[in-house]
């Protein structure tokens, strides 16, 4: 393998190189990187700053005008005033980035309390029109960044708890955009269309719509793309070969739809687990191809798989998985602390390796044991049933005769039939004590279920 580079550019891009798209037209290399020095110059120097953009090219002018100039970026969608507090208390940030004025933000009397942050506003058409103004002779140095610069701070989804932040070198980020971009055979046949429909502060958005358009052949479309109407006008509104970032959630609703979408390279999916049984449908209904990312936020992206074809993961190249005598695995990789990973994984080869759930998913009945990941796929398996998931009650360690129970989203099929279904797929000593029924989950918009969530749907321990 040859050496890595101590230091690394912050587009590898030529200046004419579309990096992304937009409704209102293409964006090249040489004007993000001029608008970007704009927008960086209003910042302060070696700060945090706050990335609360909504739109894609919003955020990321703002990810790399904070690159410009030395600071670094915290990545949230929570846009809630005391979301907004907390993260900028408690990271002590300088600023925060938005499309929307936000006013400022006393931070209150904390160890690490500063000036009140200031909001600098993002418009992307003002900074791209004043970056090629004077006849788009304005010129912007593309900077090399030493791989150990602290680049960005991420947060978990808080699908298992309070969400926790984990910081991301230059180095990191970039290796793992070269190595996706290998995996995925981006380039092979000249530049990509990407359009995705995960927010980018999200890790896997991050990775797939702004860093992978950063550092390899893509061009990420930066219009609305959330509902099926809005995926397929996206896709036909970006030229071919066209690589859609979903999630399983959105995977179905836009199989559902029924809409004509113009031809696909291939699809990816992450955030939840993917059925093999969508993924299989996804490949005959729009003839393409169907990958599956595994990942985490502490680590970002580590594997991927096909997932109708295998249930192997091939981790990404310049990755090294070791198994402690614990079983629990962890990740290295270059420019990142190594990572014990939070779910379970049974190596079968140095790099390839099953995935069992998380290390917390697992229950134990009669002496017997699962995984609530596992059984929410067969439910979610069984005809009819568009959405679900198993939950263990907070007694089920305690209480001999507490039982698991199931939450589905099925129009048009009854408890009943489900639990029957299931009693043909389960061992009986995990069938749930009911199957209740509700119009939706209340997903966030990962496509997750929080802790919060999910105790809320269990609700208090049955008494006596």
Not at 81 to 99: C, F, K, M, N, Y
Not at 200 to 215: D, K, V, W
Not at 352 to 357: K, Q
Not at 408 to 437: K, M, N, Q, T, Y
Request: charged letters at 15%.
């Amino acid at each position: 393998m040859p050496p890595i580079p101590a230091r690394f550019p912050l587009l590898q891009r030529a200046e004419t190189a579309a990096l992304f798209q937009a409704p209102r037209g293409v964006i090249r290399a040489g004007s993000f990187l001029a608008a970007s020095a704009r927008l960086a110059a209003a910042l302060p120097n070696g700060a945090v700053v706050l990335n609360l953009c909504e739109d894609r090219l919003s955020f990321a002018l703002g990810f790399a005008a904070a690159m410009i100039a030395g600071c670094r970026s915290a990545l949230s969608s929570d846009r809630s005033p005391a979301r907004v507090r907390d993260l900028a208390t408690r990271l002590g940030a300088a600023a925060i980035l938005s499309e929307t004025p936000l006013g400022e933000i006393p931070l209150g009397e904390t160890p690490t309390a500063i000036a009140p942050c200031r909001t600098v506003m993002v418009d992307p058409a003002a900074l791209l029109a004043g970056a090629t103004a004077a006849g788009g002779q304005e010129r912007a140095a593309n900077p090399e960044i030493a791989g150990e610069t602290p680049a960005a701070e991420v947060f978990t989804s808080g699908s298992t708890g309070e969400p926790v932040a984990h910081g991301k070198t230059w180095g990191a980020l970039f290796a793992r955009s070269l190595a996706a971009a290998s995996r995925f055979g981006l380039g092979a046949d000249g530049p990509v269309s990407v359009v995705g429909t995960v927010p980018p502060q999200h890790m896997y958005g991050f990775e797939t719509t702004i860093l992978l358009a950063f550092h390899g052949p893509v061009t990420s479309w930066c219009g609305p793309a959330f509902f099926p109407h809005d995926i397929a006008a996206a896709l036909a509104a970006m030229p071919a070969p066209r690589l859609l970032v979903t999630t399983p959630l959105q995977l179905r609703a836009l199989l559902d739809a029924a809409l004509s979408l113009p031809p696909l390279a291939l699809v990816i999916s992450a955030t939840a687990p993917l059925a093999p049984d969508l993924a299989a449908r996804a490949e005959a209904r729009w003839r393409t191809r169907v990958a599956e990312i595994f990942g985490a936020t502490e680590a970002g992206s580590i594997a991927s798989r096909m997932t109708a074809a295998s249930e192997i993961w091939e981790a990404y190249p310049g990755l090294r998985l070791a198994a402690a005598a614990d079983g629990v695995v962890s990740v290295a990789a270059p420019f990142a602390e190594t990572v014990a990973l939070a779910d379970a994984l049974e190596l079968v080869a140095p790099a390839r390796f099953r995935l069992l759930g998380r290390r917390s998913d697992v229950v134990k009945l009669g002496g017997k044991r699962a995984s609530l990941a596992a059984l929410t796929r067969i439910l979610t398996a069984i005809e009819g049933v568009e959405d679900g998931v198993f939950i263990a009650p907070g007694d089920l360690d305690a209480e001999p005769t507490a039982r698991l129970l199931a939450f589905v989203v099925a129009p048009g099929r009854e408890p009943g039939e489900i639990l029957a279904a299931l009693r043909r797929e389960i061992d009986p000593i995990f069938l749930p004590r009911r199957v209740i029924p509700l119009p939706r989950l209340p997903r966030n918009e990962f496509g997750k279920l929080s802790a919060a969530h999910l105790a809320a749907l269990a609700g208090p321990p049955a008494s006596g």
